[in-house]
Structures are given as C-alpha cells and as structure tokens.
C-alpha cells in the first residue's frame, strides 16, 4: 500500500496523521498523543513505545553491544544507518542534502530540515507548554 497506491486507511482519531498499519497508528497515538511507553528499560527509568527503541536503548547505554564497525576507524553503532551517516561524513566527505537556499550541505536530512527552518523560514514548530519560548527542536 505505501509503496505502491499511498493508500494510508488508519487515521489518527486526535490529529490528521495516517498510517498504513494499525499499529504504526497505535504507536504514534502512544508517542504524540498519551504519552505512554509500555516498554521499560531493566537497568534503568528509560521508556519506550517501541521495543526495538529499548532494544537499542540497551545495547548502546548499558551492555556497549555496538554490532556495526567502521571500516575506517574505532567507531561502532547500535544501528547500521549511524554507521552509514558516520562515514559518509567523517571518510568521504559525502553530504547528499544540498539547502536550497544557500551552500550549506548535510549528510541528514533532518539536519538540512532544522537548517532551512532555522536560517531561512523563521519556522519554529515546537512551543513549550508554559511559556512563549518556541524551537526549531524537540
């Protein structure tokens, strides 16, 4: 369905957000909307919607289990796509995301996201609930 037809039949009942499982519903509706994280670290206070977020959480904080090794140098990742980014910028200079605006390159896109907010569009999507205060991040 998403690759195919863009078909996304479950719709958040609190926001306009759709998926193409329930369950990637179900999880957005415990991250955004009420707050709860089933999954509970064994070592620690840290929670998760997602197990594979805990998984991650405890091979990278509290076992140091890092299964991916830069060819390059001593870095090691929890996940493959870090490796891929940690390469791609500090061996062979690559930054794929060009800001439309401006000279600026990134490796991520989140992080060419954040520069076009930040430097171009004034954009700052997150407000803190007590204050005024407004952030291009979480």
Same mark, same amino acid.
Request: with cysteine; hydrophobic share 15%.
């Given at each position: 369905?998403?690759?195919?037809? =863009? ?12 998926? &193409?499982?329930? +369950? ?10 009420? =707050? +709860? ?11 998760? &919607? ?13 076992? !140091? +289990? ?11 990742? &929890?996940?493959?796509?870090?490796? +891929?980014?940690? &390469? ?17 390159? !990134?490796?991520? %896109? ?11 569009? =004034? ?11 407004? %952030?291009?991040?979480?």
């Amino acid at each position: 369905m998403a690759r195919h037809t =863009g078909e996304k039949p479950h719709q958040c009942p609190h926001c306009d957000y759709k998926s &193409v499982t329930s +369950e990637a519903r179900k999880s957005h509706i415990m991250a955004r909307h009420t =707050g +709860e994280k089933p999954h509970q670290c064994p070592y620690c206070d840290y929670k998760s &919607v997602r197990s594979k977020n805990l998984e991650k959480h405890v091979m990278d904080r509290h076992t !140091s +289990e890092k299964p991916y090794q830069c060819p390059h140098c001593d870095y090691k990742s &929890v996940e493959s796509k870090n490796l +891929e980014k940690h &390469v791609m910028s500090s061996h062979i200079s690559e930054k794929p995301c060009q800001c439309p605006y401006c000279d600026y390159k !990134s490796v991520q %896109s989140i992080s060419m996201k954040k520069h076009i907010m930040a430097r171009h569009t =004034g954009e700052k999507p997150y407000q803190c609930p007590y204050c005024d205060y407004k %952030s291009v991040q979480f």
